[in-house]
Structure formats: C-alpha cells, structure tokens
C-alpha cells in the first residue's frame, strides 16, 4: 500500500511540474515579430544584449513583406498568441488600436520616464500615436522609414556620358532634383549599353498583391502636391485626391514606367527593385531607406559605385513615409517581459547601437549627434526624408483603402486602363463608400 | 461453394474461444481464401464485443459507423455554409471583432451584382474555364487515341505526358514564371527561334494581351494529361467486338470514330468536362504564382477577388454574399450538367 501511494504521490509531482513547465519557460521567452529584411538581422543582433541582461530568450518571428500583413493581420484577428511583440506597419495602428490587438503605453511611458519627445515628431506621430497626432501612445518608434532613390555613381561620373547627356539635354549629369529631370535622366539612361551591357533607366516599384504600387505612386503623388482631403479630418476627398496635380503626378510616375523600366517590370517591389540594380541593369532605383546599408556594402554595385538622394520635388518637397514602431500585443501571456523589452530598446545607447547596427532608430540622442550626418553616405538625405514625410491612410479600414487604390493603379499605370483622372475619380468614388460605410461620411 | 456462419445464441463461458460458440459453419466446403479469411475475422472477434453488437440492429450499426463523418461534414462543410448564409446579410469584418453586427438585408448581394469589377472578374473566369477546358479536351482525347493504339513503348510515354500532373501547382507556377521571364525564359527564347522576334520585346505575363493566354498554355500544360487519362479509360471501355462488328459491316475508320468511339467514350469526355470544369472555375493558386491577378486587373479570376474581399480587405459580410452567389452558380449549372451527363450514359 505504501509504494502504491508513493508511486501516486511521485506521479502527481511529476505531472505538476510538468504542467507548471510551460509558464515557467513562457515567462523566460518572449517572441518579436516582424518582416524579413536586412533590418531584421540588426535586430537579431540588438537583442542578444537584452538577453544576456535579463536573461529573456528572444525568439523571432519574421515574415517576407509580400505576406507579412496578410500573416500578422490573420494572427492578430484570431486572437492567436504567437507574437508578443510586434514591430508592424505604421498603417496597421488605427484598427489595431480600435480592436484592442496593441496595449496603450501612455501609462507605462509616465511611469518609466519613458518621453516621446526624445524621439522625431514625425516618427512619434506616424509610428506611435492613433488617433495620428494626438498623445494616445500605442508603440514606441522602432524603425525611421522613407522610400528614396540610389544610383549608380559610377556611371553619372563618366566623362564620356555626362558629355552625352549634356549635348542631348544642355544641362550637366547630375542627382535630379526633380521629378522633370528624374524622368529626363532615366530616359537617357534607357537602352544605352554601358559596359557592354543594355542598361535600363529606373527601376521602381509595380506590384500589385501588397502595397508596392501605391508606395511607389504616392513618391509621385506626395511630390506634386497630392492630398487625402480638402480639409483634413472631414473625409472630403473630391478635388484633393483627383487635383490637377495628383493628376499630374500620376501621369509622371506612369511615364517613367513607360519609358524606362527594365523588361517584365510590372509587378516589382523591394526584391526586384534591388535585383535590378544589384545585376547592373538600372541607372537608379527607388527602395526604402532601411536597403541602403545593405546596398552601399555590395561588392559589385556599392561602395564608390552607388549614391543616393530624396524623392526629387514636384511642386513640393516630399517623401512616402515607410518604418515602423514597436507595440506590445495585448494577448501575450509574458506582458511584464514584453514591457521590459520596450523600456530596454528606448534608452539612448540601445538606440545608437541600433543605428550603428543598420536600424533606422529616430531616437534624438542619435538623429541630433553632430557625427550622425557623416555616419552614413545616407545618413543625410534620411534626415531630409524624414522631416518631409507624407503617410497613407491609417483608418482602421485602410486595408479596403489601401486595396481599392492598388488596383486603380496597377489598372492605369501597368495595364493602361483609362486615364490618370479617370483612375483618380474612381478612387474617390471607392474610398467615398468606404467612409460611408464606417459613419465616417 | 459459398461458406455460411451463423451465431450460436447459446450461453458462453467468458473465456471460451469465439469461434466454439459464435461460429457454426453450416457447410463444410469452405475453401476460397475470402471465406476462410472471413471465418478467421469472425473466430478473432472477442466475445464480450461479439454480445454487445448481437443487440443492435443493421441499421443501428450502420448509424453507428456514419456518425462520425456526418458530424464531421456538419461541422466542416454544412455549419460553415450556414454561417456564410447569415453572415452574408450582416456587416460583419473579421477584422472588427469589436463592432457591431447589423444586418444590412440584402444590401451586399445588391453590390456584389452591380459591381462592375466582379462582372469583370467573372468573364475572366469564364474566359480560363472555356478555354482551358477546350483545348484539354482536343489535345487531351487526341492524346489518349493515340496511347490507346498501344504503339511500341507507349507504357513509357503514358508515363512521361503524366508528369505535369504529378507536380505541385507551386511549383508548375514558380517554373512557368520563369520560363515565361522576358530576359531569360525559355519561352521567349524558342517563340524568338521560330519568329525572328526579339525575346525580351514581349511579355507574357506583363502583358494585358498575351497573360490570359499565358495561364492557359500552362493550366493545358499541367491538366491534358488528366483529361487524358480519362479519355483513355473510356476509349479502353469499349468492347472491341463492337468494333469487330463495324469490321464486317465494311464501315470505315471515319465512321467508327463517330458511330462507336465518339459516343461510347462521351460519357467519360463529360465528366473529365465536368471535374476540370469546377477545378477551374475555383482556379487560385497557379494564377497568383504566375500573375497575381495583373497586368491590372486582367488576369483576376473569381476566387482571386473573394481572397482579397474576404483576407485582405475584410469585407466579411459581402465576401459571404460573393462566395454564395458563387456556391449557388456552380451548384445549379453542376446539377444541370450531371442530368445531361445522366441521360446520355442512359443511352
């Protein structure tokens, strides 16, 4: 009788602790997820310091861009509990903020000293706050981002080609300051062997599954003054969103991609638009800021080889904002080591390693640094972008808004359906029934 | 021949051996392999199992065996239609879990037919069906006519025209993407040997002409020899005494195609029709590889807009209102082919 009661008393031991297992781990362990690009490895590398502090195991969970909000999103809305951390779209904010997916950091800022004026107004405004621009924190700015161009250095500096380029334009060979001389410069480049091999004048961004052609557009867009509303906060979208000059801008990015794009260009995002250059085919390519360390260090196409520049202008100076911030998920079952994380990444040193590790971090003590404009050939022109900014939507319903305007313009632009004002009108009519549908209108 | 059992009905020990008491042979001469494996399932069945089914009736075990599929078939594929059903006369957005859920009466079925880019999404559709479906069945019966007449290593080319079949639509759509690449694709390359036309100055994927035609060519690469298979089965269904018969009647090869052969095999050419039919008009991820739906919207076939409607823009309640329309559509037009289906194998 006695070795049966042992024998159940050992059982009942063993099933408890190996019950109590799991939680114990869960509390060591916490899982960050975000999208699979070279800023992603910096972070990898970031994070080894946080745990070798706290003794927290980071586990990642990155997901190609092309699938990374249809993945997310699906986690988010199932309630599933597979991130605990989640660094996501700048976009993302409104829905997750309303739907109650992040946790609201305004109380954990005051109590951890944790100020959002240590960090670019910008940066705070498009990555952190929901509604945009008012004190309501749901995530700690992460990641700068804007969509700028490079091009090949090497190429501009030849004698024999700037030569070329000023009998047929009358003007030297130099970065374009505007969208006029972006599309006159590309034209010249297209078609022109150079090296003994066909070049092709730019390559930008087309793809219509995800976000890429509205992200390229908007560059277009942004620069020639397009706006969401005629007054902003009222959803009156006639007469802004199909202005002359969006018009005008759509038309511009339309003919680039005409008259200069390489071959079978016509679903292209970050990946393409990076392959295109890396193999020597394009005179300039736009991506976002966060491929520029990883370009620059290439041995065939960086170095000396590769410069960069903004978004040139329109009738205005601007750029279409990318980047992220870091928000806690509210279903993590480790709450206290998500938090720990956030508290951890927002000091100033974390921040500068950051950089120096190729994150765009937009904390003050780094973008303030008297070195910081020579720390990078980019580091500059980052600083520009980011003080010109322009963000889309970020309504809870931005991904119908979001939709609706990549098919208008993968229609127009790549399979030539009607004209630039007629895809313009017909996105108004569709983000006018949106708003209607959300009482917004 | 035929060995018979019988239960016993007397009171058994509950360490007795089955077969003492549940099994009495009523013939002796059971010899095939089917009833002595018979006897020896029924010897092996323990006793106290052997008593509990000795009470139920056919139909109690018959019940007792479905149920759990059809409690499988309500939760997976009934329940949901239901659902679909009732969400599809509300606002609902998976998206949203928090919001209200109105109904909206039949405001979604409203949008849905009077939505210019569905109607256009659904004559692209019928484009891909129509012509996939055609040209499977020319090259796919001609094929199969061919293999039936049992050439000199026809085993082996069976085999080689089944290897499309065999692969991943994945990868079928990841290998024509690159074999339809303007710069470096085979595609271009060969048409260019053929043509003088330069490779890289057209586009099979990139362009509004020549995409739907590009995801044709590789659903017909992938899925003749299917159709062919099938082809095959009906064409080797036809007694050959039949055309022996033709043979003495002196008729020619042109009529037996038509009198025997065309018709013997039809109804097997009907449901190749009808299989490639509903897998085509139901067409997603072979076309997401290859295009995604692009140039534009040129390529977007039914399935592709309800993905976006449904898990991209979250528009639950109209995406329910699509996917039934579209349930409805093929259900009734599926219904009407398998009458005409029916009627001609009564033949």
């Known amino acids: ?441 | 021949m035929t060995a018979r059992f019988r239960l016993s009905g007397r009171a058994v020990r509950p360490d007795a051996p089955a077969s003492r008491f549940l099994v009495t042979p009523v013939t002796d001469t059971d010899t095939s392999l089917m009833d002595k494996a018979a006897a020896k399932a029924v010897r092996a069945t323990p006793a106290p199992l052997a008593f509990r089914v000795r009470g139920l009736s056919d139909r109690s075990i018959a019940w007792l065996f479905i149920t759990p599929t059809i409690a499988l078939l309500l939760a997976i594929n009934i329940f949901p239609l239901i659902w679909a059903v009732y969400l599809s006369f509300t606002n609902f957005r998976a998206n949203r879990p928090n919001a209200e859920i109105n109904g909206v009466g039949l405001t979604n079925y409203q949008r849905v037919l009077n939505d210019p880019d569905i109607w256009q999404a659904m004559q692209t559709t019928a484009h891909f069906v129509f012509w996939t479906i055609l040209l499977q069945m020319l090259i796919g019966f001609a094929l199969a006519y061919l293999i039936d007449r049992k050439f000199r290593g026809h085993a082996f080319w069976t085999t080689v025209i089944l290897i499309p079949m065999m692969l991943s639509p994945a990868v079928v759509g990841n290998f024509w993407r690159f074999l339809y690449q303007p710069q470096i694709g085979l595609f271009n390359y060969i048409y260019s040997f053929f043509t003088g036309v330069p490779p890289s100055s057209f586009e099979m994927l990139g362009s509004v002409a020549l995409s739907p035609w590009a995801i044709i060519i590789v659903d017909t690469w992938m899925w003749t020899p299917y159709v062919m298979l099938i082809c095959l089965a009906g064409l080797r269904s036809i007694p050959d005494y039949i055309y022996e018969a033709a043979e003495v009647d002196r008729a020619s090869a042109w009529r037996q195609f038509w009198s025997i052969t065309v018709p013997m095999a039809l109804p097997f050419i009907m449901l190749a029709v009808l299989f490639r039919a509903i897998e085509n008009f139901k067409m997603f991820d072979m076309v997401v590889l290859l295009t995604g739906g692009g140039p534009g919207s040129t390529t977007e076939v039914a399935s592709i807009t309800l993905k976006r409607e449904a898990f991209e823009s979250w528009r639950t309640g109209r995406a329910s209102a699509f996917a039934i329309i579209l349930f409805v559509a093929v259900f009734g037009l599926a219904n009407i082919y398998v009458k005409a289906l029916n009627k001609v194998k009564q033949r």
């Open chain 1, 1 to 441: 009788m006695r070795k049966i009661t042992k024998a159940l008393l050992g059982a009942t031991t063993a099933l408890t602790i190996s019950a109590a297992l799991p939680s114990v781990s869960q509390a060591a362990e916490l899982t960050l997820c975000w999208a699979a690009w070279d800023p992603a490895n910096a972070l990898v590398e970031l994070s080894k310091d946080f745990t070798a502090q706290t003794g927290t195991e980071m586990k990642f969970e990155f997901v190609p861009w092309p699938n990374f909000a249809d993945r997310i999103l699906n986690e988010l809305n199932s309630g599933g509990k597979l991130c605990d951390l989640l660094i996501g779209d700048s976009q993302w904010l409104g829905g997750s903020a309303e739907n109650g997916y992040y946790v609201k950091l305004n109380d954990f800022f005051d109590k951890e000293g944790i100020k959002m004026s240590d960090f670019a107004e910008a940066a705070v405004n498009a990555y952190a706050t929901w509604p945009k621009g008012t004190p309501n924190y749901w995530a700690l700015p992460a990641m700068g981002d804007a969509n700028a161009w490079f091009y090949r250095k090497d190429w501009f500096a030849k004698p024999e080609i700037q030569a070329e380029f000023k009998k047929a334009t009358g003007r030297d060979l130099t970065v374009p300051a505007t969208w006029a001389e972006l599309i006159e410069t590309a034209k010249f480049f297209n078609g022109k062997e150079i090296d003994g091999k066909k070049v092709y004048g730019a390559a930008i961004f087309t793809e219509r599954a995800s976000e890429g052609i509205t992200m390229g557009i908007t560059q277009a867009l942004y620069a020639n003054g397009f706006k969401y509303e005629m007054t902003p906060g009222k959803y009156d979208m006639d007469g802004a969103v199909n202005s002359p000059d969006a018009v005008k801008g759509l038309e511009e990015y339309k003919e680039l991609y005409k008259c200069c794009t390489p071959p079978g260009y016509t679903d292209a995002y970050m990946g393409e638009t990076l392959d295109a250059f890396k193999s020597g085919q394009a005179a300039m390519a736009m991506n976002w800021f966060a491929f520029f360390p990883g370009l620059y260090k290439d041995e065939n196409v960086g170095g000396d080889k590769i410069g960069f520049f903004v978004n040139p202008k329109g009738t205005t100076a601007a750029s279409t904002l990318g980047g992220q911030g870091i928000s806690v998920v509210a279903n993590t079952d480790n709450m206290d080591g998500a938090l720990a994380y956030i508290k951890w990444f927002a000091q100033p040193d974390v921040q500068k390693k950051w950089w120096s590790l190729g994150g765009y971090a937009v904390h003050n003590a780094v973008l303030t640094d008297p070195s910081f404009k020579d720390s990078q050939p980019f580091a500059a022109d980052f600083l520009v972008a980011m003080n010109q900014v322009q963000d889309f939507w970020q309504e809870p319903s931005y991904a119908i808004l979001l939709q609706a305007m990549q098919k208008r313009m993968h229609d127009y632009v790549v399979a030539d359906k009607g004209t630039a004002k007629e895809a313009l009108d017909g996105l108004v009519s569709d983000w006018t029934e949106v708003f209607k549908d959300d009482g917004k209108l």
